[in-house]
């Protein structure tokens, strides 16, 4: 154990302590489908760091069988969320910049989780040390993910909250990857590694959740737009009809296909259809299109 890793765990509880306060309040304002899996994410990282920090202790207090089972303990937890962590990154900075996500890469994202487990429980098994590094490229293919999706529709972009979480989640995970290459040549850095990998996304997670609650950036006349309601008066002049207004509505408050249908109680294929029409009717071909063409239009 050392002063330092204990010190960044201990900042880390803070700020994960923090996150999930939180994260709780952004579920009962908007009660979104994602929204409370992002409540559970956030408190299995509270877990993991409270058990992180109960193992560093235990390394000096306990010996024998009490350290081994709070270590394994602590291992079983941190595969576990970690693998969870790999999945749920997939969807979580799609969710962030109203990106739908291809069938594709929620099928990567579930073999990347499923691979981060599958190896760490290898690794427990049989501890070879190519088994511990597989994890670590695992976890670097969810962070390449983020990276690459954030780069590729950071011109679609247009609120300005929205680039700077994008913008912090960029630079930490751009860090984040150096310190894993660092640490394949520094065994003192590997063992430093889950703390400051942990406290990085755990600021970036309070970035977020400070930006969606409006807490301590003033509001711009953008943001005004988002959340000024529309009539369907002012999408007449498109053909729009009474249920595709509502659609539209949903889509503006950033709800999913999956959202869209469970809201309005229909089918995804139904939902699909509107969305398709609308589309077809505005001339547009993504939804980040469509709320560009809806703040260009003022409504």
Known sequence: MTTTSVLLSLLALSIVSMDLALAVV????????????????????????????????????????????????????????????CTFSYYFINWVIA?????????????????????????EIFPIEGLSSARYAVGTIAIAYIIGIILKNQKLIENHRVKIVCRTFVWVSMGVLVLIILSISMPILKSMLPPLMALSYLICFLVFLCIALEIPIVETKEETFQRKELTIDEVSSYGITQREFEVILLIKRGLTNKEIASELSISVNTVNNHIANIFDKTDVRSRIDLLNLLQEAKW
Do not use: C
């Open 26 to 85: 952004l579920h009962k304002e908007n009660k979104q489908y994602w929204t409370k899996w992002f409540v559970v994410f956030i408190a299995s990282l509270l877990g993991l760091v409270l058990l992180y920090i109960l193992e560093q202790f235990s390394s000096i207090l306990f010996t024998g069988t009490p350290k081994f089972v709070l270590h394994l303990v602590w291992e079983i937890f941190i595969i576990a969320d970690a693998s969870f962590l």
């Open 99 to 123: 990106r739908p996500m291809v069938r594709f890469e929620k099928l990567l994202a579930y073999i990347n989780g499923l691979m981060f487990l599958a190896s760490g429980v290898l690794h």
